[in-house]
């Protein structure tokens, strides 16, 4: 059986593991699992993400590209680490397009 990572029980469950959960592989999944989601209602959870460590932040960054709405561009503009910034300016850019704007 497969589950869907856009049901609702499956959303909430990985925002709360992100929320709760001490276990950096755990919140590394959990991340991904709501980015693969490309459900809008996750955004909140992986703009929240962005002052987590490099690694759970990359997952975040990819996914607020993939399902962002103009909301998460000044977080994703105030990322510091240079490597991020590539990242965060391709998700900003991927966010304009989406959303009508020019990049």
Partial sequence: ???DPAHPEVLALCAEALAAESDPE???LAVR???ASGHPEVERHLIACLDANEALVGYAVDGLGAIGTVAAVPSLRSLAPRALRRAAHDAVVRI???SGRRP
């Fill in 1 to 3: 059986m497969r589950l």
């Fill in 26 to 28: 755990l919140r590394r």
């Fill in 33 to 35: 699992a709501l980015a």
């Fill in 96 to 98: 304009q397009v989406a």
